[in-house]
């Protein structure tokens, strides 16, 4: 049989299974480098799919707002709802509510405190974040022993917003690398909270210098907070080729630091892989398909050796 020709009649039965279909979606927050990424992907991919409706919007890192925009897509009759939580610890009650109405609901990149009791129709669809810290300080690690520092090392930890799973996460995938016998060298001198955020970051990097503590890298649980660092870092006239630091997610701005050899590791998270999938796992729900209930979408370790490639995709 013609491929072509199968290849076409997918592509109409989708169009037809997603025909009027209106999928809501409540993101934590648009003021987010990663998170529009991710949103741009759920949108580009409806509008490949014709007949698909996306209705986008911003909880402004509220949670009482997000849980009242659930609600409304429900009275409003959508045919799926897509979340990105604003507090993972706090999904129940959003469960609930699609549950009662019987409709599909899918968290996207932001893993809910229950996500292993979600109904039948609903899933998670991210990347599986003990990979991505502990890529991230694993590579640290190397680093910091090729430098020299396998007698010692110290370094500061950024930690996301401290409600968000993945900032748990990451934090624990720090420690449980500097575990190892292989990087048990690491000491942490101070961990903090700078809430994902560049420019709290920068202030959290302005006081701990300081204290004039001397110290050897600063691993970040995401792209801005190491940014945000790396600004205090050269502000204060410290020369970048003597710190090593490490992010997570492999933003446009990650790559151009570390094109200019300020960032030394980041770890690609697919924003827009997630975005397309926890659509296309909506629309299928919608129609009365299974998906998976947990969708993973793998984390790539950056570094300047592969750089190039990673840059080339974007």
């Known amino acids: 049989m013609n491929k072509n020709l199968i290849a076409a009649g997918f592509v109409s039965l989708l ?109 998670f669809v991210a990347s599986n974040e003990i990979e991505s810290g502990t890529l991230a300080a694993f590579e640290g690690c190397k680093l910091l022993r090729a430098a020299g520092k396998a007698g010692g090392a110290r370094i500061y930890v950024m930690m996301g917003e401290l409600s968000n799973q993945a900032a748990v996460q990451r934090t624990k995938d720090f420690h449980d690398v500097i575990a190892m016998d292989m990087c048990n060298f690491i000491e942490i001198i101070d961990e903090q909270t700078a809430n994902w955020s560049r420019d709290e970051a920068q202030d959290l990097m302005t006081n701990w210098l300081s204290a004039a503590e001397n110290f050897d890298a600063v691993f970040a649980n995401n792209d801005e907070m190491a940014i945000g660092a790396i600004q205090a870092m050269k502000a204060a006239g410290i020369d970048m080729a003597d710190v090593i630091v490490t992010g997570v997610d492999a933003t446009q701005d990650a790559m151009l630091s570390m094109a200019q050899g300020d960032l030394d590791v980041t770890v690609f998270q697919d924003a827009a892989g997630q975005g397309a999938g926890a659509l296309d796992a909506a629309l299928k729900l919608a129609a009365g398909e299974d998906v998976d209930q947990k969708v993973y979408i793998p984390f790539q370790l950056v570094n300047p050796a592969n750089l190039a490639g990673f840059m080339a995709k974007n």
């Open 15 to 123: 169009s037809t299974t997603a025909m009027a279909e209106t999928i809501g979606v409540s993101m934590a927050l648009f003021d987010d480098n990663f998170l529009t990424v991710l949103r741009n992907g759920m949108i580009e991919q409806a509008e490949a799919l014709d007949g698909v409706d996306v209705q986008v919007e911003d909880a402004q890192n509220d949670v009482a707002k997000q849980l009242d925009q659930i609600n409304n897509f429900i009275a409003s009759g959508v045919d799926a709802i897509i979340v990105n939580p604003v507090d993972t610890s706090a999904t129940q009650a959003m469960t609930d509510a699609a549950a009662a109405a019987g409709l599909p609901l899918i968290y996207v990149n932001r893993q809910p405190v229950n996500v292993d009791t979600l109904p039948d129709n609903q899933a």
